[in-house]
Each structure stands twice: as C-alpha cells, then as structure tokens.
C-alpha cells in the first residue's frame, strides 16, 4: 500500500517566518513529488513539483527532497496571511498507472 | 478549454438516485483522473483514463462506481443508488501524461454531491 504521511495541524506560524511542511512517503518507486495548496471550499492548484534530491526554490517557496530517508519538505518563507490554507503532498507511483497518491494535508494558519 | 472544467458544480440528491458528474480536460490532456474528497479529509484516488488504453479502476470504492471517458475528451463518472456516505467533493484532473519527472496534473473546481 503506498502511503504519503502528513502532519494534518493545524500549524501556526507568526506572519513574516518561515513555515516547515514535511512529508514522509513509502513508495521508494516514486519518483517525483508534488505540493498543492487548499484553500478551504476550492479545488488543489500546484505549487512545486520536484524530483531531484536536494532543495528547489520558486520565489519564497522552497521543496527539499530526500529520496533516502523517504522525506520531502515545503518551507514558505516571509510567511503571509494569504498563505493560509491546507498544503497536500503527492507523489506519483513510479512504475505504476494510478497518477498521484496525496497525504491528507496539513492545515497552516499565518497569525498576523 | 483553459482549465478543467466540471459539471455540476453543486448537486443534492436523494439516497438510492443515480447521479452523473462530468469533466471536460485540459485540450490535449491525454490522461483523466478522478478524485473523491470527503469534508476535511484527504484525496482519494478513484479512476484514471490514458488515452485509449484500459482504465485503472483500482480506487473505485463499490461496483456502485462506473467512470467512462471516450478517447481524449469528456469523462462520466456514475454513482448508482447514492448512500449518504458519498457526499463529497469529486475532483477531475488532467495531465499530458501520466504523472511522471515534470509532468503535474490540474484540477477541475469539483462536483459537491451531497446525499440526503
């Protein structure tokens, strides 16, 4: 069974600091790895997909990837209330035909 | 069309009635899938079309479930007799190809079915 863990939070952080998102997964055949943003009441929209172990950096958004230890990470710096919402990891099968497998999400609040 | 676009947005049905949500993809997505999301809780897995190739249907969760899609264009998924535990929000995607180095899906706003 391929399973992609979150901690579902809530996670608080104060505005302006860095927000810490980890994922674990299971499926060592998976190969690449997704961050979607939730907010509530509206469909996933993709923040970084990245498939290289190390960091990826798109403006304040940073994946890091650890394909020994299973582990994949979102860090939000300069946090902002707008970054409020329910960040979903996936990871996509590897050799298998069942596109993405999500966690549950964890749910972030940025305290003003 | 611009994005994934899905039908209805909203619908409330009685328990034991037949619904149909429907996706339009991305134009020249060649693979669909749909996703159920119960309130606060994750993504589940449901079906997934690649072009004319067999269907996955591992995640659909009873022979209530059927999903059809003809070749790359509109998909149909068919709940038969709704039970209140299949009120939920159902997400198509799509993608250019199965989800592989660099090739994301996009979501559709979602069908909410709600059961009473």
């Given at each position: 069974q391929k399973?992609?863990?979150q901690n579902s939070g809530p996670l608080s952080v104060p505005e302006g600091a860095i927000a810490s998102l980890n994922c674990t997964y299971s499926d060592r055949g998976s190969q690449s790895f997704f961050w979607y943003r939730q907010y509530s009441g509206k469909s996933p929209e993709?923040?970084?997909?990245?498939?290289?172990?190390?960091?990826?950096e798109d403006g304040?958004?940073?994946?890091?990837?650890?394909?020994?230890?299973?582990?994949?990470?979102?860090?939000?710096?300069?946090?902002?209330p707008s970054d409020s919402a329910t960040y979903l990891c996936a990871g996509d099968s590897g050799g298998g035909a069942d596109g993405l497998t999500f966690g549950k999400g964890t749910h972030l609040i940025i305290q003003p | 069309g611009a994005g994934v676009s899905q039908s209805p947005s909203n619908k409330v049905t009685e328990k034991g009635k037949d619904v149909e949500l429907r996706c339009d993809p991305i134009s020249g997505h060649t693979a669909l899938y749909w996703?159920?999301?119960?309130?606060?809780?994750?993504?589940?897995f449901?079906?997934?079309?690649?072009?004319?190739?067999?269907?996955?249907?591992?995640?659909?969760?009873?022979?209530?479930?059927?999903?059809?899609?003809?070749g790359e264009s509109v998909s149909t998924l068919t709940?038969?007799?709704?039970?209140?535990e299949d009120s939920a929000v159902y997400l198509c995607a799509s993608s250019f190809v199965r989800a592989v180095v660099g090739n994301t899906i996009y979501f559709g706003e979602g069908s909410w079915l709600t059961v009473v």
């Open positions: 399973e992609v863990e993709l923040i970084m997909f990245i498939y290289s172990n190390g960091d990826k304040r958004f940073t994946a890091q990837l650890n394909k020994a230890s299973q582990y994949v990470s979102l860090l939000i710096r300069d946090s902002q | 996703y159920r999301q119960r309130l606060g809780q994750g993504l589940e449901l079906i997934y079309f690649q072009g004319n190739s067999a269907p996955d249907k591992s995640g659909l969760p009873s022979d209530r479930f059927s999903a059809e899609r003809t709940i038969q007799r709704t039970q209140q």
